[in-house]
């Protein structure tokens, strides 16, 4: 296993400023994974620490490894002793492009696939129960890098969501059967500027007390809405003025209200979680926006890529109106700090304590001070194909996944500070699940746990 350490040692004061940081800042717990990256989508738990150093091809580090049929980059997400994935099932080989490349046009596959979920036991990989949502050719094609199921699924314990694109919304029970469906209609998402070239679907719903929220930014009648957890029930259906996005919603709880924050192009919003009604919205930035807003801090952070623009932001959550200003790189009193050029375009940035990071699908990543947006690094992690999946963090270190299936562990401090590149011996497009210090993949074959046998 190729293990090495970015030679950069930080001078005594500053290492003690982010140990104070560290021990004085939020620590981030999650006590289940029950959505895209976690509660609140921060990517964190601090419970334990993860290994730092495992090779699969090896065996090292591997408490165990699932075969999981069909092609998926849908996240497993982890409630009690329950881990739930999804996937998309055809007798062929399901075709994947990894790498960074400029084609826009559609796989177009006429093979029946089977859209399943998949319950397994924690403790020991084996398949619990297994669930087919649906049968038959495609509604939609996809990207070569995409898959026909990208949508991370949600749970509250009680209820597992999934939302298969064109397939449809469902909702099953804990032991695998169904509660409810709904016929969202096709989800025609791709390049706006090219609307023949059909990239599938990616959003995934979330879970917030008894509603669940869709976030459906496709080429004709966008919209966000909420659904009744226990019945499926429409209870409001907000019309959005944007081009097609990959973005998942994030219920933030601050600033005196709770809203559904919304990445996009033309409209990053924030929307009442009761009503629906918009509160206040942004236009302009990357013309593709993929990744998902989080809270850091106090702040609201979003980013997006693509086309002239790439910016990092950070939007006070009491934001209200038209918060657009004049030039891409201006502040205003929603707006806390902004880099118009320092932003993702498909990772969902993290943050620990007083730092916040990007990772750009070339690798490069770059550390800010969330409260005042000063960059303190901007360096690349390591020359390959490109990095899809966004990352996670046991508080004390970050992991970035590139699509080969490389893991590259970095320090959480203001420093660059690379400690291992470990190996899942797969591709590796999907966002791994963190929980009580065990880091649970789901590659191009299998679901794999990753931890240290008898506890961490």
Known sequence: MNRFVHQSSPPFHQLAAWLLSALLGPAL?????????????SGVDSTR????????????GVLWKTPIPGLSHASPVIWDNRIYVLTAVTESAAALKVGLY???????????HQWRVVALDRDDGRIVWDTQLHEGVPRSRRHPKASPANSTPATDGTHIVVLAGSEGLNCLGRDGSRIWQRDLGPMDAGYFRDPGAQWGFASSPIIHGDRVLVQCDVQTNAFLAAYEIATGRELWRTPRQDVPTWSTPTVIEAGGRTQ???NGWRETAGYDLQTGRRLWHLNGGGDIP?????LAGDLMIFTSAHGALRPMRAIRPEASGDITPAEPGQTNAAIAWVHPRQGNYMQTPIAVGDWLWGCADTGVLTCFNLRTGEIQYSERLLSGPG????PVSDGRNLYFTSE??????????????????????ETCLATPALLDGVLYFRTRNHLMA??????S
């Open 404 to 425: 080969t299936g490389d893991v590259i562990v970095v320090a959480v401090r203001p420093e660059f500070s690379v400690l291992s590149r470990n190996l899942l011996g």
């Open 49 to 60: 620490p993860a290994l730092v150093h495992w090779n699969v091809p090896e065996g090292e």
């Open 29 to 41: 717990t999650a006590e289940q994974w029950p959505q895209f990256r976690g509660p609140g989508a």
């Open 102 to 112: 400029g084609d826009i046009g559609s796989l177009n596959e006429r093979d029946p």
């Open 260 to 262: 559904v924050a919304v």
């Open 450 to 455: 990753i931890g240290k046998r008898g506890g």
């Open 387 to 390: 990095y899809t999946a966004s």
């Open 290 to 294: 993929v990744p998902t807003p989080i």
